[in-house]
């Protein structure tokens, strides 16, 4: 099993940055796929972006694609979402989850996730 326990999140502007960081602590996280998902205000929980268990390969969805950047560091079984450009579509609680799929086109739906943190709630205000 894997405890994933989002952090950074908070209130910002329009055109603002925040950096969002998951640590995951109990399997070998170096097994996982880790992704960010994102849930606004009455809409569906939505990928957002994807990092390969060696940090090799990236994806993201198109609304943040040149924007936000998902990086992971194995040695401190962390990963982190750098958000730049904000705008207030981008207000959600955004959750960080864990695929223990590792091959390749990488699972972007919430049902293919086998571990999900609790959320971090990002509100940017224009």
């Known amino acids: 099993q894997v405890q994933l326990v989002e952090s950074g999140g908070g209130l910002v502007q329009a055109g603002e940055s925040l950096r969002l960081s998951c640590a995951a602590s109990?399997?070998?996280?170096?097994?996982?796929?880790m992704e960010w998902f994102r849930q606004a205000p009455g809409k569906e929980r939505a990928f957002v972006a994807g990092i390969s268990w060696n940090g090799g390969n990236t994806f993201y969805a198109g609304s943040v694609k040149g924007r936000f950047t998902i990086s992971r560091d194995n040695a401190k079984n962390t990963v982190h979402l750098q958000m730049n450009s904000l705008n207030p579509e981008d207000t959600a609680v955004y959750y960080c989850a864990a695929d223990r799929r590792t091959t390749q086109p990488m699972r972007i739906t919430t049902s293919a996730m086998d571990y999900w943190g609790k959320g971090t709630l990002v509100t940017v205000s224009s």
């Open positions: 109990g399997d070998t996280f170096s097994s996982y796929t």
